[in-house]
């Protein structure tokens, strides 16, 4: 299977293959923060699946949030929180500034950190450590180069396609991403090979 459908199938696609391992780190109580949710698949997924944990979903691009609250209005669940405006390169998130409901144990992002420029992963690292107590999980999913090599011909064929759009945007380097978490405070956990050569990676808080 190649990278070219992204977006809405592949989301649809990918979140069985994620449910299985995110399993293992739902925390017991709390709530779970899911940054760049675009239109919000994964939230209507999980939010049903894990109920009751709490799902805050959060989107930077306001098209994208009123598609999940389209998405969302068809459903009748409680712990599906509305989406937030959140820019993970902000030096406060919402949430620091004005949070109800049960503490954010978790974090959870997919398919952000390489079409995004590399800002956006230290801001994801930086808020990560700001949000959650010690032991809170960041949850990654995503392609990455290991070593400093693509893992596949599909991988490197996607991150050309990402940098002709936006030269800022492409696959980030697992041992970069690590030293960005060890900066902010966080370190790896997990790193979990998926379908398709994508990997999921969990980090928790040192503090
Ligand atoms: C490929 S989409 C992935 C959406 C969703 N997670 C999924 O898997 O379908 C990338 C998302 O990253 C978001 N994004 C890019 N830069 C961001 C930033 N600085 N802060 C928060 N979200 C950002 C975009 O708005 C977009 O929704």
Same mark, same amino acid.
């Given at each position: 299977m190649t990278r070219k459908a992204r977006g809405g199938a592949a989301a649809d696609r990918n979140r069985d293959d994620i449910h299985t391992v995110l399993a293992e780190f739902i925390p017991d109580g709390g709530s779970i923060l899911e940054i !760049?949710? &675009?239109? &919000?698949q994964h939230a209507a997924h999980f939010a049903t699946t894990f109920a009751p944990t709490v799902w805050q979903p959060s989107e930077r691009d306001p098209a994208r949030r009123e598609a999940m609250r389209a998405r969302f209005a068809k459903l009748d669940l409680p712990n599906l929180r509305d989406p937030i405006a959140l820019d993970v390169? !902000?030096?406060?998130?919402p949430v620091e500034i004005d949070w109800s409901g049960a503490p954010i144990r978790m974090i959870y992002n997919v398919n952000m950190i390489h079409i995004a420029p590399w800002s956006a992963c230290l801001g994801l690292m930086a808020g990560a450590a700001r949000v959650?107590? !010690?032991?809170g999980v960041l949850f990654l999913y995503g392609p990455f180069n290991r070593d400093g090599r693509f893992t596949s011909v599909g991988n490197k064929a996607f991150d050309i396609s990402l940098r002709a759009r936006n030269s800022e945007w492409g696959l980030r380097d697992l041992s970069d991403v690590c030293e960005a978490s060890s900066t902010a405070g966080l370190a790896l956990d997990r790193v979990i090979e998926m379908p398709v050569n994508n990997l999921s990676v969990v980090f928790r808080v040192t503090k």
């Open positions: !760049a949710s &675009g239109d &919000g390169t !902000a030096d406060r998130w959650l107590p !010690a032991e």
